[in-house]
């Protein structure tokens, strides 16, 4: 039997497609093994998020080549869709594959024989229109499930290439979702993880017959369309054991439906990570984003108000053209004044073909690198002062399958990392604890009861 192996960079959608890629595989005959083994073909779904993507690509490669030199590698992912070129160049690369053309990796691959010159199969940014559906499958954990439900996006932030990589906004069918989402639970996935590229932009009017069944004909035409806030009601419909977390949303699309059906329903996980970017009114204005600092500030203190223990994230980014010391410092107060639980702190990196990479006011690397390692510090405390208010509480988390060092470890609702003596019966179990311990970035518990609150019926 052929062996393959992968390497995914960057987001939770990049898992999600590589999971459905993993599942061609699969069903050509292949079997799915570690990337540090010697495998038949490697496949790397890259990411244009990552600084240095070329020099990190050529790595990864090299690295498949040392476990098999005749090992087949395909490149995949935003990186490859926005210069296939540079990675046709990297020695060892046998196919470059753009964003559309990896989900029919089979109808582009006569053979997986080593040739001397790649081969470059990418669709121009403007055929990137249709939806291609990706899940965890059965190359996967049966834990947590990453489950694709938007692609794409129409936002035009001065420092991101993602609209070139991945097209404009596209979501899936509702019904498709819920029929996909039921598969995932038969399958005995406990977590289902919404992703994509902007996942709060989802938008659906292709099954109107589905908003009639949530009681909106009587409602104006315009407003009959599935939204995200509708796609999660009818998902939570569905009879269960299970939760539903939402990777990421921006802040002007996290409305106050969806913090109401957080806070009344236990099922839509206590956690939202919420993108800042900058917290200098100025940067935020040269970044294009959409909404102002004072919204975002109002959001997440209405975000902590309304929903018990919630754990909330941020991205950020330091570095960007034009922020002075005063501009990060404004960001750093800011940060450090809001009731968050961690941050994802990003370096700014020249991207070719946005707006960023020709404004005035470059910021030394030394001095993005100083920027970043604060804020890391500041995470740090964030976290572990969120943590430490999880102390004596009973939360629900579920374990996953590893043992390590005799103990278990898994997520509660509201993304705190947590540790139990590990005992077989409770893999893929959701279980109610009690914090004891804060260790550094996890907390011990002690078993409290079997949750049994999830098994909730629909109306």
């Known amino acids: 039997m052929s062996k393959v192996a992968f390497y ?11 999971s459905t890629i993993g599942e061609q595989f ?39 080549l040392r476990n098999n030199p005749n090992g087949y590698v395909v490149v995949t992912g935003c990186y490859a869709q926005l210069r296939p070129g540079e990675i046709a160049r990297i020695e060892g690369v ?24 790649s081969c470059i199969h990418v669709s121009p940014t403007e055929e ?33 290439t993602i609209p070139l990589a991945r097209g404009k906004s596209r979501s899936a069918d509702p019904a498709e979702v819920v029929k996909e989402f039921k598969e ?4 005995g996935y406990k977590e289902i993880i919404l992703t994509g590229v902007n ?26 369309r599935i939204n995200l806030y509708r796609l999660l009601n009818m998902m939570l419909r569905v009879e269960g054991d299970y939760r539903i977390r939402i990777s990421s949303i921006e802040p002007n699309l996290l409305t106050d439906d969806i913090l109401s059906l957080a806070a009344n329903d236990e099922r839509l996980c206590n956690h939202f990570h919420i993108p800042l970017q900058s917290g200098s009114k100025k940067i935020l204005r040269l970044m294009q984003r959409r909404y102002k600092a004072d919204d975002y500030k109002e959001l997440i203190f209405k975000t902590a108000d309304r929903i018990k223990d919630a754990g909330i994230g941020v991205d950020v980014i330091v570095g960007f053209p034009g922020e002075t010391e005063d501009d990060f410092l404004e960001t750093y107060n800011f940060l450090k004044g809001l009731p968050i639980s961690y941050l994802h702190v990003f370096t700014y990196s020249e991207r070719p073909s946005t707006k960023a990479i020709d404004m005035p006011g470059h910021v030394d690397l030394a001095e993005r690198k100083k920027r970043n390692n604060m804020l890391r510090i500041l995470s740090e405390k964030k976290k572990n002062e969120f943590y430490r208010k999880m102390l004596g509480k009973e939360l629900t988390v579920l374990f996953e399958h590893e043992n390590l060092d005799g103990f278990m470890k898994g997520f509660s609702s509201n993304y705190v990392r947590v540790k139990i ?19 550094g970035n996890i ?17």
């Open 26 to 64: 699969l069903q050509n005959g292949f079997e799915i093994v570690d990337y540090n083994d010697s495998a038949d073909v490697y496949v790397i779904n890259t990411c244009t998020v990552t600084e240095n993507a070329e020099k990190e690509c050529r790595q990864i490669v090299r690295r498949a």
């Open 8 to 18: 995914t960079l960057g987001c939770k959608l990049n898992f999600a497609e590589t």
């Open 94 to 117: 046998d196919t470059v594959l753009g964003s559309n053309e990896k989900f029919s990796l089979f109808s582009y691959i006569d053979d997986f024989e080593k040739k001397e010159l």
């Open 421 to 439: 003596p590990f005992d077989k019966d409770y893999v893929n179990q959701f279980m109610k604890v009690k914090i004891t311990e804060v260790d």
């Open 184 to 187: 995932l639970l038969k399958a």
């Open 443 to 459: 907390c011990t518990a002690e078993k409290y009861l079997v949750n049994e609150s999830f098994n909730i019926t629909a109306d």
């Open 199 to 224: 996942v709060g932009d989802y938008y659906s009017t292709s099954n109107l017959t589905l908003a009639h069944d949530l009681n909106l004909d009587q409602e104006r035409e315009q407003e009959q």
């Open 128 to 160: 990137l229109n249709s939806f291609n559906p990706s899940f965890s499958t059965e190359a996967d954990d049966r834990t947590r499930a990453f489950f694709k439900i938007q692609d794409g996006c129409d936002y035009k932030c001065t420092f991101c």
